[in-house]
């Protein structure tokens, strides 16, 4: 249409795809590229493969420990995994099965709240089998977390804690995650769990905490994608509190700390994540 018309086009990102700054790079007429950024200063990662056999099942003693000061301090926190659901993994011990959807081969996720497997493709259900469907051995092991199983955990840890999530599950429709939004940020709650939904409001203020509980959930996806979607979203996440006055700290769990889409994270770098 800007080639038709003969009229400037300016596309804007913080962290366009390789394609389209591939384009830019080839066809500067195009493009106008200016990224150029400092480093976050106030981002930490975690590298959970340090954490051994502690007490916390998928929480550091670093984002514990922040937790603490921050409802100590009577601030907020809001802590991001893109996984809903309970336990997302379903695994048999006997023969390594996972156990699958039957119409969409991946994964189903177990949920608390019905005691119900689910498959997020399909919308399949069924209740919650304990028997490996291709072993018909019965010894099933739950594995990985989701945001309920973050929550019962957070819940357990801070049983005084005012805690809101916000998932597909939560949310009905846009008026209770309009509702959700607001108590949060009247002040009406200490912490704010959620996946990707909690990136379409983008007016957070005072916030003291933000942690982002599994990078890798997106990062292993079988997806040639994977690692610019794991970049994309976390460039997100770390730039969308930061819109007002950017939380005082910022924390990101990995078994990956080393690999080139979280480093370059931390050092707020597009260019060298591109190359």
């Not at 023969?95 to 081969?105: D, F, Q, T, V």
């Not at 990136?199 to 203020?205: G, R």
Request: proline residues 3%; aromatic residues 10%.
């Amino acid at each position: 249409m800007a080639k038709q018309k003969n009229i400037t086009l300016i596309l804007a990102s913080g962290a366009p795809s390789v394609e389209s700054y591939q384009s830019a790079v080839q066809d500067r007429s195009l493009f106008d590229i200016s990224i150029t950024r400092e480093a976050l200063q106030n981002v930490q990662i975690i590298d959970m493969k340090n954490e051994g056999n502690k007490n916390y099942n998928v929480l550091s003693e670093e984002l514990i420990s922040k937790l603490e000061n921050c409802i100590e301090q009577k601030k907020q926190a809001i802590l991001f995994m893109n996984r809903r659901g309970y336990f997302p993994f379903l695994l048999c011990r006997q023969c390594g099965e996972i156990i699958k959807c039957r119409n969409c081969s991946i994964s189903l996720v177990y949920h608390d709240f019905d005691k119900k497997l689910h498959c997020h493709r399909c919308g399949f259900s069924s209740l919650s089998s304990f028997t490996c469907p291709n072993c018909l051995g019965s010894s099933i092991k739950f594995l990985g977390s989701g945001t309920q199983k973050i929550e019962s955990e957070i819940a357990s840890y801070f049983p005084k804690a005012k805690i809101l999530r916000i998932d597909k599950d939560s949310v009905t429709d846009k008026k209770y995650w309009e509702t959700i939004i607001e108590m949060f940020m009247e002040g009406k709650a200490d912490i704010l769990i959620g996946t990707q939904m909690i990136l379409k409001a983008l007016d957070y203020k005072n916030i003291y905490l933000l942690g982002v509980v599994s990078a890798d959930n997106s990062l292993n996806i079988p997806d040639f994608r994977a690692s610019e979607n794991t970049f994309q979203i976390l460039s997100g996440i770390c730039g969308f509190s930061g819109r007002h006055k950017p939380p005082e700290n910022v924390i990101i769990q990995t078994y990956n700390p080393e690999h080139y889409s979280i480093k370059n994270i931390q050092e707020n770098n597009y260019r060298d994540f591109y190359e």
